[in-house]
C-alpha cells in the first residue's frame, strides 16, 4: 500500500481537486487500486511554520510505501520524475511550495482485511488487481 499524506493550506483544493489529485497518484502505481489511499490535510497559515514563519502556501507530502519498496536509484528517480509530472498542475503551477518524503515499511507488516497481501506480481495479486478488491488466495 502507498498511503499518501497531504498537509496544505486550508482551501487550496476542491473536492475536485482532491478527486483528481488521488486519480493522478493513483495511476503511478502498478499495483490494485485499492492499495493506494490518500488523505488530505488542511491545515489553518497559523498552525503550519517553515523556518519559523507561518506557511500559507507550503505542501507537505508524507508517503508510506509498504506494497513495494525501491530497489535501486533508477526507479527512485522514475517515481519522482512522475510525481512531479502528475502533481504539477496543483503544485508548482499554483504556486506552493512543496516538500516531499517516502518512508518504506518492510511488506511483511501489513495486512489488508486480516489478509496477508500476496507477493508482488503473482496469480493471487493478479487477481486483486481484476477484482480491486482483497480475497482468500
Known amino acids: 500500500m502507498p498511503l499518501w499524506k497531504i498537509y496544505h493550506p486550508e482551501n487550496a483544493y476542491t473536492a475536485n481537486d482532491k478527486k483528481a489529485i488521488a486519480e493522478a497518484i493513483t495511476a503511478i502505481y502498478p499495483l490494485p487500486k485499492f492499495y493506494v489511499g490518500v488523505v488530505f490535510q488542511e491545515v489553518p497559515k497559523h498552525s503550519f511554520y517553515i523556518g519559523g514563519e507561518p506557511a500559507g502556501n507550503f505542501v507537505r ?25 502528475r502533481l504539477a498542475p496543483y503544485l508548482a503551477d499554483r504556486g506552493l511550495h512543496w516538500e516531499i518524503h517516502v518512508d518504506e515499511t518492510p511488506f511483511g ?14 496469480p493471487a495479486e493478479n487477481k486483486w488487481r481484476e477484482e480491486n478488491m482483497p480475497s482468500a488466495y
Not at 507530502?61 to 509530472?85: G, P, T
Not at 507488516?109 to 503473482?122: A, N, T, Y
Open 109 to 122: 507488516l501489513w495486512r489488508i482485511q486480516g489478509l496477508q497481501p500476496p507477493l508482488p506480481d503473482s
Open 61 to 85: 507530502i508524507w508517503v508510506d510505501h509498504i506494497a513495494r519498496q525501491f530497489v535501486d536509484e533508477s526507479l527512485k528517480e522514475r517515481f519522482f520524475a512522475a510525481v512531479n509530472r
